[in-house]
T-cell receptor
Framework: GAGVSQSPSNKVTEKGKDVELRCDPI?????LYWYRQRLGQGLEFLIY????????KSGLPSDRFSAERTGESVSTLTIQRTQQEDSAVYLC??????????????FGPGTRLTVT | DQQVKQNSPSLSVQEGRISILNCDYT??????FLWYKKYPAEGPTFLIS?????DKNEDGRFTVFLNKSAKHLSLHIVPSQPGDSAVYFC??????????FGPGTRLSVLP
């Protein structure tokens, strides 16, 4: 079956430009997460959507970062006025529902963002 | 401050031997723990999980042990295989929300 997909797989942008990253979760998954992984570091939580509840934005590093999700479908992560320190792999994950007994997250392949 | 720590950035093990990956956490509210495996250029894949009501969970060659009093968990892989070579992430959650990941341990299984 279809897993989590992300696009683009690679993005090179100039410092100061805006970028938009897309995540298509597994159909029926109500929870969606964005993470980033900088080179040589672990996964850093960014934002979490659960159904129609207000998203948990506690991990967003600055107001240049924002994310949207319409219902239980596609999510977009937008980074405005990109900086070199934004260079990382951005990973999206989805899971069925945090209230179920299994909290297993299914990850997409990631988008590698390089800011020059 | 790191709420989830994996103090060994790398580990090398001979094929057929046991691999033990360790993870420590600081937040006593964490009640669910997961291990993920990540190959280069791929997203992490779920490996095994454990709830705080248990102290052990086993799935084939993989066993996770949880010591709540020490706020420590470990992943045992036995016997280790070359295909197990990957980066292993420990993750923790309180009530299934806001997962916190450790920095990862790179496991190399030598043939």
């Amino acid at each position: 079956g279809a897993g989590v997909s992300q696009s683009p797989s690679n993005k090179v942008t100039e410092k100061g430009k805006d970028v938009e990253l897309r995540c298509d979760p597994i159909s029926g998954h109500t929870a969606l997460y964005w993470y980033r992984q900088r080179l040589g570091q672990g996964l850093e939580f960014l934002i979490y959507f659960q159904g129609n509840s207000a998203p948990d934005k506690s991990g967003l590093p600055s107001d240049r970062f924002s994310a949207e999700r319409t219902g239980e479908s596609v999510s977009t992560l937008t980074i405005q006025r990109t900086q070199q320190e934004d260079s990382a792999v951005y990973l999206c994950a989805s899971s069925l529902d945090y209230q179920t007994s299994s909290y297993e997250q299914y990850f997409g392949p990631g988008t590698r963002l390089t800011v020059t | 401050d790191q709420q989830v720590k994996q103090n060994s950035p790398s580990l090398s093990v001979q094929e057929g031997r046991i691999s033990i990956l360790n993870c420590d956490y600081t937040n006593s509210m964490f009640d669910y723990f997961l291990w993920y495996k990540k190959y280069p250029a791929e997203g992490p894949t779920f490996l095994i999980s454990i709830s705080s009501i248990k102290d052990k969970n086993e799935d084939g060659r993989f066993t996770v042990f949880l010591n709540k009093s020490a706020k420590h968990l470990s992943l045992h892989i036995v016997p280790s295989q070359p295909g197990d070579s990957a980066v292993y992430f420990c993750a923790a959650s309180a009530y299934g929300q806001n997962f916190v990941f450790g920095p990862g341990t790179r496991l190399s299984v030598l043939p």
